[in-house]
């Protein structure tokens, strides 16, 4: 189980695949479910690029921090930033949410350097095969 830890708070993420002919990209769960629930596209997703999935804090493998102010949008765009920072050394980085999710996708900033983000609807879409993830 690879974690890390952020603010005292250790986090659980996923590596899966070896494709490298394009962008890494991060799935983020929504509220209540963890990374698993991406499991039935890494197949399809892995086959050009590596993807990491992770729990956010307070759900599944990872930490659940007693304090309130442990939580909400800013902590979670954080350890979003952090992440693709240390686990693909780099901000060349797609992400992907659902409906669920997708205001912390699109809040990460991944849109503002790279162009490389699906969130809120785009995610879903995606998901159901109606829209095409950024290259």
């Known amino acids: 189980m690879a974690t890390l830890e952020r603010d005292g708070v250790q986090i659980h993420y996923s590596i899966h ?3 490298r002919s394009r962008a890494p990209i991060l799935l983020t769960h929504g509220f209540g479910a963890s990374g698993a629930m991406w ?3 890494l197949e399809a997703l892995t086959e050009a690029r590596r993807v990491l999935t992770w729990d956010m804090r307070g759900h ?5 921090p007693e304090d309130p102010q442990a939580y909400g ?3 979670t765009l954080g350890d979003m930033r952090f992440r693709r920072r240390v686990v693909c050394g780099a901000w060349r ?4 949410g ?7 996708v699109r809040g990460s900033g991944c849109h503002r350097r ?5 969130g809120d609807d785009d995610g879903a879409r995606w ?4 829209a095409d993830l950024p290259r």
């Not at 980085?93 to 992907?96: K, P, R």
């Not at 659902?98 to 912390?104: E, I, K, Q, T, Y």
């Open 93 to 96: 980085l797609a992400n992907a």
């Open 17 to 19: 695949g070896t494709g």
């Open 127 to 130: 998901l159901r095969g109606e």
């Open 73 to 75: 949008l800013e902590q």
């Open 39 to 41: 499991d039935p596209n």
């Open 114 to 118: 790279s162009r490389r983000c699906v």
């Open 60 to 64: 599944a493998r990872s930490e659940a």
């Open 98 to 104: 659902g409906p669920a999710s997708g205001h912390a």
